[in-house]
C-alpha cells in the first residue's frame, strides 16, 4: 500500500519527500539529537511521577468538623485562635464548560490535632474566620497561597497576613518540586491522594473520601513545616537527589532548533520558486503615463538625428482686386469730377 506523503503548498515534491524522510528517522532513533545530548544535566531534588505513584498512600487519623452553622463557627474560631500554627487550603467547584466559573466552596484550616472544614458556599466567610487569617500573629502555613487569595477575595474584602508559602520555604532546603504530593513524598516516602480532587464542592453534603482528602491537604502544609522546622532535610543523602535533564535548556535548544529548520524550509523554498519559470509580468503604467513616456522618446530621437534650423518666415502678400476689362478708370480726384460738371 502506498504511504501517504503529506504536501505542503509552494514546495516543491522532492523537498516534502525529504521532509517526510526526516521526520520518518527521527521519530524512529532512539538516540537524542546532537543538540539535546550536548546539554549538561543538573542536580536536584526531585521525584519522578512513576516513583509517587508507587508510594504507600497517606491516610488522615485525626477529628474533623464540618462548619456550616453559627454555632459551630463560634467554636471552631474559638480553637483557631488558640492554635499555636494553623494548616491552610481552599477547594472548589471543578469547571468542565468553557466559560464557567466558580466561587472557593471550601476552605480549610487545621491545627495539628483537628481540622475545620468551613462551607463558605453556605455561610460564606465568616467575620471571626477573616480575622484569623488577617491576624499577622498567628502563623499559617499553606502551598500556592498566591491563587487561593485571588479566589477568597472574590467573596469577601480581605488583606491575608502570616502566611509561609511553602513553595518557597522548600526552596531553602534544595527541594526542587512543587506540588503538595511530591514534597510530602519526597520527605516522608508516601503519597497524597488527589482522587477527589475534581469532585463536587458544592454538594449539600460531603463524603468521608472528600472530607479526609480536604482536611490531609490542610493537615500536611503543618506535617511539611513542622518536620522541616525541628528535623531538617539533609538533600545530599536523599535518594532523590540526583542528575536530571536541564528541561529549560532542552525547551530553548527545541526551540532554537525549530528556529533554525523554518529558516532552512524557507532558503529550500526560495531556490526552488527561483529555478521555476515564472511568466513576465506586465507593465501596470497607466495610459497617461505610457503616452507621456512615448513622447519623450520621439523628442529625444529625433533631437539625436538633426540639429534644429530656424524657419524662414513667410512674408503676408496684400491682395488686390481684380478689374473687369470694360470698366472706365476711376476719376483720380474730387476736384477734377467737379469741374468737368461745371463746365
Not at 231 to 247: C, I, L, N
Request: hydrophobic letters at 35%; a positive charge.
Amino acid at each position: 500500500m502506498k504511504e501517504n506523503r503529506p504536501f505542503k503548498p509552494g514546495l516543491s515534491h522532492s523537498l516534502c519527500s525529504n521532509l517526510y524522510i526526516l521526520k520518518i528517522k527521527m521519530e524512529s532513533s532512539t538516540e537524542l539529537p546532537s543538540y539535546l545530548a550536548d546539554i549538561p544535566k543538573i542536580w536536584k531534588t526531585s521525584i519522578t511521577k512513576t516513583e509517587l505513584a508507587e508510594l504507600p498512600a497517606e491516610t488522615f487519623d485525626r477529628h474533623i468538623t464540618v462548619v456550616d452553622t453559627q454555632e459551630a463557627i463560634d467554636a471552631a474560631a474559638d480553637v483557631l485562635a488558640r492554635a499555636r500554627v494553623i494548616g491552610f487550603d481552599t477547594e472548589t467547584k471543578p469547571s468542565f464548560k468553557r466559560g464557567e466559573h466558580h466561587r472557593v466552596a471550601l476552605l480549610q484550616l487545621s491545627t495539628p490535632d483537628e481540622c475545620f472544614l468551613f462551607r463558605l458556599n453556605i455561610i460564606g466567610m465568616p467575620a471571626r474566620v477573616a480575622a484569623i487569617l488577617e491576624d499577622e500573629n498567628l502563623v499559617k502555613i499553606g502551598l500556592s497561597i498566591h491563587d487561593d487569595f485571588i479566589n477568597l477575595r472574590k467573596i469577601c474584602r480581605l488583606e491575608p497576613k502570616g502566611f509561609v508559602e511553602l513553595q518557597d520555604y522548600v526552596k531553602t532546603f534544595n527541594i526542587s518540586d512543587n506540588s503538595l504530593s511530591r514534597i510530602y513524598g519526597i520527605l516522608f516516602d508516601k503519597r497524597i491522594s488527589k482522587g477527589q480532587r475534581l469532585s463536587n464542592w458544592e454538594a449539600p453534603v460531603l463524603t468521608s473520601h472528600q472530607q479526609e482528602y480536604a482536611a490531609l491537604d490542610a493537615l500536611a502544609c503543618i506535617t511539611i513545616y513542622d518536620y522541616l522546622q525541628t528535623v531538617g532535610f539533609d538533600y545530599r543523602s536523599s535518594k532523590y537527589y540526583r542528575e536530571f535533564e536541564d528541561q529549560a535548556a532542552i525547551q530553548h535548544a527545541r526551540q532554537m532548533a525549530e528556529k533554525s529548520e523554518k529558516a532552512a524550509h524557507a532558503a529550500a523554498e526560495g531556490g526552488d520558486k527561483a529555478n521555476a519559470k515564472t511568466p513576465r509580468k506586465k507593465s501596470v503604467r497607466s495610459k497617461k503615463t505610457r503616452t507621456a513616456a512615448k513622447s519623450t522618446v520621439s523628442k529625444s530621437v529625433s533631437k539625436e538625428k538633426s540639429p534644429a534650423t530656424p524657419k524662414p518666415r513667410r512674408r503676408r502678400s496684400m491682395k488686390t482686386a481684380e478689374i473687369p476689362a470694360d470698366a472706365s478708370p476711376a476719376p483720380q480726384n474730387s476736384s477734377e469730377n467737379k469741374d468737368s460738371q461745371n463746365g
